[in-house]
């Protein structure tokens, strides 16, 4: 059953603590991306990754961290210096090349209590 | 920094109408449009999608418009059925200058589908 699996789906952390969402893919995709939503708002790029052992800085990537050791897999860490980390965060995947679509997982819902 | 934009926060249509969502873009340099689909809780599914080269295309009920000219781009949904109702997003694709291929995303237009 290919696709791409985000977990876990819902997550509580308390305040100063760091958490990884993990996001990984069997569609066999070069790139591989983290967005962050929060309510009634669009899709904002926190960090993206076009290859294994790299990763650029989106838009919002202050508090966050990523990492690329395999094709499969781009956990996210919300660190501490995140400071207003609560909202539903979505990992997606896409081929390389200019004229590829991006397959979405479900998504974690983040709460700081 | 340029970004994908929507004229419309909400939409409402009854059962049966057509609907169409609108979205302004302002870098002339995309390439490849995307309009995504979610509903409440969920990740975003893929709709329809344009090149640069085209100025239509249709698909299952949806038609996606492209006007290069004034950066606008429009889904059309034919017969809207509850199952409509969701966010729709549209995307761009984009290799900014001196970095990797990236999407960007608009803010989204709530469609609500009235009976």
């Known amino acids: 059953d290919g696709g791409i699996t985000q977990s876990p789906k819902y997550l509580f952390r308390k305040e100063g603590q760091n958490v990884t969402l993990s996001c990984e893919q069997n569609?066999?995709?070069?790139?591989m991306y983290w967005y962050r939503q929060d309510p009634g708002q669009g899709l904002r790029l926190i960090y993206y990754?076009?290859?294994?052992?790299?990763?650029q800085k989106g838009d919002i990537a202050e508090g966050y961290s990523v990492s690329r050791e395999k094709k499969e897999s781009f956990p996210l860490t919300v660190t501490s210096a995140q400071k207003n980390p609560t909202a539903f965060y979505l990992c997606?995947?896409?081929?390389?090349?200019?004229?590829?679509?991006?397959?979405f997982g479900q998504g974690t819902r983040l709460t700081v209590v | 920094g340029e970004s994908v934009g929507l004229h419309l926060p909400t939409l409402s249509v009854q059962e049966g109408d057509n609907s169409i969502i609108n979205c302004a873009y302002s870098n002339s340099a995309s390439d490849y449009f995307i309009w995504y689909k979610q509903e409440s809780g969920k990740g975003p599914q893929f709709i329809i999608d344009?090149?640069?080269?085209?100025d239509k295309r249709q698909g299952q009920r949806v038609t996606v418009l492209l006007n290069k000219t004034v950066k606008h781009l429009s889904l059309q949904i034919a017969a809207t059925q509850p199952g409509d109702s969701a966010v729709y997003f549209c995307?761009?694709?984009?290799?900014?200058?001196?970095?990797?291929?990236?999407?960007?995303f608009g803010s989204g237009t709530q469609l609500t589908v009235l009976p």
């Open positions: 990754s076009q290859i294994v052992n790299d990763f």
């Open positions: 995307a761009e694709n984009i290799q900014p200058s001196g970095s990797a291929r990236q999407l960007t």
């Open positions: 344009i090149r640069s080269n085209m």
């Open positions: 569609l066999n995709h070069d790139a």
């Open positions: 997606a995947s896409s081929s390389s090349g200019p004229n590829t679509e991006a397959f």
